[in-house]
Structure formats: structure tokens, C-alpha cells
């Protein structure tokens, strides 16, 4: 089995098949990404689901023993770092939007940082606004007006975080080359942003707040979302560009609003990060949440040619019509055929399920919504299903081209998102010359990579 082969020679033989799939071409099977997070990892192996939350390397013995089992082309163990939401972070920060659960799961309850009133403010000031007035809101013990408060809980959370991080990369990384998983694109070529509006939604005006701007505030909602774009350009800028470069998307809002304000409000802004995005050379992986089937036209009339779309909900087969032939496509097994069904039937669904989106090249298989805990499936059923999908999803056409590759279009980068934002925050580098006139131009770029972390970290605050 490959599975027995050297992790190098399986490495390689990995690496092909992603190679090919994202260059439109049918590799010898589809690849398989399975996902198990933290969570869901800790309970399958017994442990008190707080427990990762404050030592990720707890899940190093659990993801040795469950690699054997689990049958994924990449690495199907997620780290327990921010992306995935460990606690610590938002404790030491004194966050109201990000709030440990008695499950071992960080909740985001619906909050507002932003009053309708601000929304002028927000207009003409963009990222400091943030900064000053929505990040102190969100998260209490950065309040600007107790700044040695505010200044050790920052540091305080940096390096609790990079302890944590320094401590389960290597050995991390070691088991990820131990078991010749591909790995994916270089380092630093993943980004991560939203739509303009759905940030606008998320922690400034909250969601029930964000409906009711639409209809009374409509043009200052507009107004609001350019403002952001550049900035949400910024977020998800992956710092090495190459085949697998990308940009997480998870869309939230759409499905929620009328068809004219998601083409009059919630595209535009989105529309022209996209394009940016991919004129670039960067593949939008974009959460297309719940369902989407009313406004099927404006995702396929509206994205770029060669996005990412992982499904969360609708008819595989009309999707897969309408989508296949210019986006490449994942998603929407549904997530429920794991619970309370024997493996029998798990199999026999999949097998329906590949009958329809395995032709063609363009899918690879996942759920539409990932599980996050235990009590969402059997452990053992869903190794099953990965080697029953692996095993069932080879090409007889491999090596013919399929699809439509990235920015078909040929749209162009937006010129003007080259420069450095204008904040008072951000490093300019003239009047930073002005006050140390002995630093050589050389040094620019490592002040300039350096104070991009700074922004991310604010950025990410409010993702």
C-alpha cells in the first residue's frame, strides 16, 4: 500500500497529484485532506478537552496513533495555534468575542465594538479607528487609557504564544515528514481575510445590527466596506506567492440578505479583492456557508475563474453543474451521515456521493461543515471513510487538462494597494530615517516585515 511506501518516495508521489489538481490537470486520483481538529482529536483519544487548550503538545501521541488509521494525502492534524481558537490568547487579553465554553470550545457570541455612529468615524480614519477605539471594546485589557496594563498583557500573550508554538512545531513537523504527508504550499504562502462586509459584520457592528444598517445606513455600510477592502487586501497577503498560495474566505452574511444587496452591497468590494487576489497569482479558498442555491448565479458570475469553494450546503449535482467547469470545488458531504449510521451505509452513501463529483477532476472530498467535537462522529467510521475514498478515486483519464485555470479572466492588481497603508501606527520609514539617520536602507525590509506582523495581530484580533 502507499501508505507502507519511503515518506519520501510518498512524499513525492503526493506532491504530484496536488501539482497536478492545481494546474487544472487529472492527477492519478483525487487528492484526499482529511480534517481533525484539536477537539475532536482530544476527545477520540479520552483527554480532558480543556487540556489542549493550554498544552497543544498533549495531541502528539494522539495524532501518532490515529495517523495509522486515518488515511489523508496532508496532514490531517490541525495545530493547536490562533487559527484554531486555543483560549489562552483571548483570556490574557480580556476578550469579550472570543469566550472558552465548559466544552473545551471557544465561543463567539454575538458583540458590537463599533456603535452606529461611528460609522463616519470608521470612514475617515479605517485602520486606527480599529485600533483605538473597536480593539479596546473587544478586548478589555488593551484599554489605551491603561497603557502598562495594556503593554504587558500584550507581551504577555506574545510570548505565551510563541512558547506554545515553539514548543509543538518541531516535533510537529518531524511526524508530518515522518509520515511523507504533502505539505503544502511554502512556508508563509496562506493567508487568511474576509469580505469586506462580512468583517464589518463580524465583531464591529455585530449581525443583527449589520441587517438593520443595510436598510437605514445603506450608503454608509458602502462607503464602510471600501474602506476595508484595502485593509482586508493587506490581512490575507500570503508572503510567498507560488502555485498553492491562498487566501481563506469563510462567507458569512450573503445568505442572509436579499439578492439585489448582496450584488449591490456585499460584492462590490468583494469583487475587487478577488480580482486583486488572483491577478496576483494568489486562489481565494473560500467557506461558501449554508446554502447558497438562490444566489448560485452571482457565485458563478461573480468569483473568479479558478477560485476554491468548499460547499457547505445544497444539491451536490447542481452545484457541480453550474460550478465544475470554472471553479475547483469541495464540500458538501453532509457532515449528519456520520452520526447514528452504521459504516455499511456511510460507504455506500460516499459511493453515491463520488458518482457524482469524482468525474471531471475538479473535487476533492470533504464534509460541507468540518467536525469539530467528538459527539459530531465515530472516529473509526470516518478512518473507514477515508480509505474507502482514497481506494475509489482514481482517474482512468489522468493527465488530461480539466476546468478553468486561475484568473482566466486576466484581471489586474490594484496598483494603489501596493503602497503602505496610512495610519500613524504603521511604520513610515522617511520620518523613521528622519529620527535615526545612521540606519542603512537595507534594514527597510526587516522593520517593514516586522511591522507587518504588528498589523496582522491587530487584524486577526477582529477576525
Keep these: 500500500m502507499a501508505e507502507n511506501m519511503n515518506p519520501f518516495a510518498l512524499m513525492a508521489e503526493r506532491d504530484q497529484i496536488f501539482k497536478d489538481y492545481y494546474s487544472n490537470t487529472v492527477p492519478t486520483r483525487m487528492p484526499v485532506m482529511a480534517a481533525v481538529v484539536p477537539l475532536l482529536l482530544a476527545g477520540a483519544a479520552g483527554q480532558d478537552p480543556l487540556l489542549w487548550q493550554y498544552d497543544g503538545n498533549c495531541l502528539l501521541g494522539p495524532m501518532e496513533e490515529w495517523a495509522d488509521k486515518i488515511y489523508s494525502d496532508t496532514n490531517p492534524f490541525s ?268 460507504l455506500a452513501r460516499a459511493k453515491d456521493f463520488l458518482d457524482i463529483m469524482l468525474p471531471g477532476g475538479e473535487y476533492t472530498f470533504g464534509f460541507g461543515k468540518n467536525p469539530l467535537q467528538a459527539s459530531d462522529l465515530n472516529m473509526d467510521q470516518y478512518a473507514a471513510l477515508t480509505h474507502f475514498v482514497h481506494e475509489n478515486s482514481y482517474y482512468p483519464n489522468a493527465g488530461e487538462k480539466f476546468g478553468t485555470p486561475l484568473n482566466a479572466e486576466g484581471f489586474q492588481p490594484v496598483a494603489e494597494w501596493d503602497a503602505p497603508i496610512k495610519s500613524r501606527y504603521i511604520l513610515n520609514w522617511e520620518e523613521f530615517k528622519k529620527a535615526n539617520p545612521y540606519t542603512p536602507d537595507y534594514a527597510l525590509s526587516k522593520f517593514a516585515a516586522a511591522d507587518h506582523q504588528v498589523f496582522l495581530w491587530y487584524m486577526n484580533l477582529l477576525f
Design 79 to 346: 495545530p493547536p495555534v490562533m487559527m484554531m481558537r486555543p483560549a489562552y490568547p483571548y483570556q490574557v487579553l480580556g476578550s469579550q468575542s472570543f469566550v472558552l465554553g465548559p466544552n473545551g470550545q471557544v465561543q463567539h457570541p454575538e458583540v458590537s465594538g463599533m456603535p452606529a455612529e461611528d460609522y463616519d468615524e470608521l470612514i475617515e480614519r479605517g485602520f486606527d479607528y480599529l485600533v483605538e477605539k473597536v480593539v479596546p471594546r473587544q478586548y478589555h485589557n488593551l484599554d489605551l487609557s491603561d497603557p502598562v496594563k495594556m503593554a504587558w498583557a500584550a507581551m504577555l500573550e506574545n510570548n505565551m504564544t510563541n512558547t506554545a508554538n515553539a514548543a509543538f512545531f518541531p516535533p510537529y513537523m518531524e511526524f508530518s515528514f515522518k509520515k511523507g504527508y504533502h505539505q503544502g504550499g511554502s512556508l508563509g504562502s496562506g493567508g487568511s481575510a474576509e469580505a469586506p462586509l462580512d468583517f464589518l459584520a463580524d465583531q464591529l457592528r455585530g449581525f443583527s445590527h449589520l441587517s438593520v444598517d443595510i436598510r437605514r445606513r445603506r450608503q454608509q455600510v458602502i462607503d464602510a466596506c471600501e474602506v476595508l477592502t484595502p485593509l482586508m487586501q493587506k490581512m490575507g497577503m500570503p508572503a510567498v506567492i507560488d502555485y498553492q498560495a491562498n487566501i481563506f474566505y469563510p462567507l458569512h452574511m450573503p445568505t442572509f440578505m436579499r439578492p439585489k444587496d448582496v450584488e449591490e452591497i456585499y460584492m462590490p468590494s468583494y469583487r475587487k479583492l478577488l480580482r486583486d487576489n488572483v491577478a496576483r497569482g494568489i486562489r481565494p479558498y473560500i467557506f461558501v456557508e449554508d446554502d447558497w442555491t438562490g444566489i448560485l448565479d452571482i457565485l458563478h458570475d461573480e468569483f473568479p475563474a479558478g477560485c476554491m469553494l468548499q460547499i457547505d450546503e445544497g444539491d451536490p449535482k447542481l452545484f457541480k453543474e453550474k460550478l465544475g467547469k470554472k471553479f475547483l470545488l469541495s464540500g458538501m458531504f453532509p457532515l449528519e451521515t456520520m452520526r447514528n449510521n452504521t459504516t455499511e451505509n456511510i
